[in-house]
């Protein structure tokens, strides 16, 4: 058959890959023949080929002794695909179409073989393709592709080398955990690849972040959903362990993608996973100075990083919904209609489960309430450079009365979101936080809540400790904040009654 | 959404209620970031994602080969090891093993330690050997006798005391030291 | 809760967890001197 042929096409080509270099000539005829003898001369011939091909290579390693080589001929698949990417006549269609045709192709037979074995499924020969494929073009694409000779080819590929990255990535997305779970271990492994995670976050003018913040949301996201407050599942345990990692070593390496894409990132990491989101909260970009958090002398006003707002890639803006418009207007002239509409835009239509510590269960939408708080900060840092300080800084501003608004017509919950989206905001040095230090200050000692404000207090305090009795890191922001209220004469905490009341608070309190 | 709801965190299995420390309030993220390359302390960012083996430290096995780049001046170099105008080509080990030869003793230590269970491992082992260069079999390391001084044998002939020059891979250096050699832990 | 044809999903991927060496980069064509060779077990095997 077809197929068959094809099989012997790509042995053959196993055959050569093994005793030639890659570049050798024989090479370059043996797949110029492949062109024009007809095996690859269509979409339909590649997909066939392809398909046949890859079919083989994953039997090969399913039936290799384990001790021996088993991904030859996985790897010779790649060596040819990445070499079908420069060789090819790419006037009909472009690279970009190739390759998602290629990538077509392993999802069919990826899915009909996770189908077909379900849990002796091997995600092995799938990941190692992905590997290689990866491995390959990075030899290729050294010094922007210096070793293709052909002056056109090679600019071509230099121009397509981020549609590759975020092709791939593409497919990657195809793959995630909830959608394949037999994959999981191999996603997250490919998500963290050498070449391919520095490459993502380093591609310039930031091309591929979008994708890259898409597939760390896929991540968390898979994690919220199986996370529960006791019986998380062992797997689901060493994915967290895994995921960890991966962002911890991102923090060490571009600590700007997390510093710009917290938002987004926040809004899918389940909330008892508490140091995993005091590390992202933590992250500072690698110039910005940290000053000592504890100095008692610190001044926020005088740090010049708090005159500079956070740099944010991905814009709070687009989740605004409906309430872009009211949230405005009431920025411009508030009213109490306006706070009105806010309010009843912020709850749920149904019950969500939430995995959070000390409730199950949100009838509010937290991320739109995170998205209403790091908008108006946005706003707030715009304001204060269009007109001054004394705009924003200013306890009968827009700005504050819009949280304080929320704050004392919101139920409990209302209240904790709010604040809780406020302190996700007290960050490194920068505009946003030295705002939202303000905020939470004045909420704290607003004497205005009238008998809600013990529990604004506490929530306020709740919601700094929590990030404080986690593992390192802390915050720079929540530390400046808690040394702030710790220190103040105005009101001792420790004679607060709802400190009084949880003898373990209290202790922690008078330590502090 | 109170203070009270911290307590369980604080104190395991208060009011009823049980957490996953290690993903609540979390670990000591120190080994963590050891196992990474990353150095706390130091405010020098080495960047640890160009190597990073496998999300977890159970996978990570073994090294992984980083992005490297090796430009065509480093290949194909004429007039080498006797090649004349052509490069050297390394493609049969007939041919190969003469140019061996040609290796310096550090070159030769080089390849043996960089390439292990490889034709090159073996080739440079025997022509360290012809140098008069000992492997020892418990120190893993390379040796020779110091000319200016002759080894006392032992009484019972299976050993020598002398002073001797070893190779230390660690340090990259030869370094001259007084020993005992028993002859059966050389090769 | 997690589907139980889910949960032995995820716990083959966990299984099958690809490690540094399925990470590493392709070797195929080796010149001669590097194809593999029975060496003393006393020599290092580790680079």
């Not at chain 1, 080509?13 to 024989?26: F, N």
Request: aromatic residues 12%; negative net charge.
């Amino acid at each position: 058959t077809k197929a068959e042929k094809t099989a012997l096409v790509f042995t053959e080509w196993v055959k050569l890959i093994q005793r030639l270099d890659g570049d050798d000539e024989t090479v370059l005829e043996f797949i110029r023949q492949m062109i024009e003898k007809g095996v690859l001369q269509d979409s339909n011939g590649f997909i066939c080929f392809m398909k046949s091909a890859l079919e083989l290579s994953v039997n090969s390693f399913k039936e290799s002794d384990p001790t021996s080589e088993v991904f030859i001929a996985i790897d010779s698949l790649s060596k040819l695909l990445i070499k079908l990417i420069c060789l090819l006549d790419f006037k009909q269609s472009s690279r970009e179409e190739f390759l998602s045709l290629m990538f077509s192709v392993v999802t069919l037979v990826f899915s009909e073989d996770q189908g077909r074995n379900d849990t002796s499924f091997n995600e092995r020969p799938y990941f190692r393709l992905f590997s290689s494929l990866l491995c390959d073009w990075e030899a290729l694409r050294g010094h922007k592709f210096v070793k293709i000779k052909d002056p056109a080819c090679r600019k071509e590929l230099v121009n397509f080398d981020e549609s590759f990255y975020n092709i791939f990535a593409s497919f990657l997305h195809v793959y995630q955990p909830i959608a394949f779970p037999g994959f999981a271990f191999a996603w997250i492994t490919l998500l963290s690849h050498r070449m391919f995670l520095p490459r993502m976050l380093r591609l310039p003018n930031k091309a591929g972040w979008s994708k890259l913040l898409l597939l760390f949301t896929d991540l968390l996201n898979f994690m919220a959903h199986y996370t529960k407050r006791t019986e998380t599942h062992d797997a689901v345990t060493v994915v967290y362990k895994g995921a960890l990692r991966v962002i911890l070593a991102v923090s060490n390496d571009v600590p700007e993608f997390l510093v710009e894409n917290h938002y987004e990132l926040l809004n899918n990491i389940p909330p008892i996973y508490m140091q995993l989101r005091n590390i992202i909260l933590s992250s500072a970009p690698t110039k910005v100075v940290i000053p000592d958090p504890y100095d008692p002398n610190i001044e926020l006003h005088d740090i010049e990083a708090c005159q500079v707002p956070a740099a944010i890639f991905y814009d709070p803006v687009q989740d605004l919904k409906g309430l872009k418009k009211p949230v405005d207007n009431y920025l411009r002239i508030p009213s109490s209609s306006l706070m009105r509409t806010i309010l009843s835009g912020l709850f749920r239509t149904e019950l969500e489960l939430d995995t959070g510590i000390g409730y199950e269960t949100t009838n509010v939408d937290v991320k739109l309430i995170n998205a209403i708080t790091l908008h108006v900060g946005i706003e707030a840092a715009l304001e204060k450079d269009r007109t001054s300080a004394n705009a924003i800084f200013n306890t009968k501003s827009s700005y504050f009365t819009l949280f304080k608004g929320l704050i004392t017509e919101g139920s409990t919950e209302l209240k904790f979101h709010v604040i809780q989206a406020i302190a996700n905001q007290l960050r490194y040095p920068n505009a946003h936080t030295l705002w939202f230090n303000y905020v939470i200050k004045n909420l704290f000692y607003s004497d205005e809540f009238e008998e809600q404000q013990h529990d604004v207090q506490e929530i306020i305090i709740r919601t700094v400790l929590e990030r404080i009795i986690t593992n390192k890191p802390h915050c720079w922001g929540i530390v400046v904040t808690f040394v702030d209220i710790l220190k103040s004469d105005s009101s001792s905490l420790a004679d607060l009654s709802f400190i009084k009341d949880v003898p373990e608070i209290e202790l922690i309190i008078k330590n502090l | 959404y109170g203070l009270r709801a911290l307590v369980p965190l604080i104190r395991r299995g208060e009011m009823g209620v049980e957490y996953d420390h290690s993903t609540t309030i979390g670990i000591d993220l120190s080994s963590v970031l050891h196992s990474l390359g990353i150095d706390s302390e130091s405010n020098r960012r080495s960047r640890v994602l160009d190597t990073f083996q496998s999300p977890w430290v159970e996978t990570s096995r073994c090294e992984v080969e980083p992005r490297f780049f090796v430009p065509d001046s480093f290949c194909n170099i004429p007039n080498v090891l006797q090649s004349g105008p052509q490069p050297p080509t390394f493609n049969s080990v007939q041919q190969d093993h003469a140019k061996v030869a040609l290796f310096q003793d550090e070159a030769l230590f080089y390849l043996f330690y960089k390439h292990p269970g490889t034709v090159i491992q073996e080739l440079t082992y025997l022509e360290l050997r012809k140098r008069n260069w000992r492997y020892h079999k418990t120190l893993k390391v390379w040796l020779t006798k110091d000319p200016l001084m002759e080894p006392i044998v032992a009484q019972d002939g299976a050993s020598e005391r002398g002073s001797y020059v070893f190779f230390d891979p660690q340090r990259w250096e030869k370094c001259q030291r007084d020993f005992v050699l028993f002859y059966s832990a050389i090769m | 809760k997690m589907p139980p044809d889910m949960v032995s999903q995820l716990e083959s991927s966990l299984l099958n967890c690809p490690d540094s060496l399925d990470a590493d980069t392709p070797k195929l064509y080796q010149a001669p001197l590097s194809l593999p060779h029975p060496t003393s077990i006393f020599f290092p095997n580790e680079p």
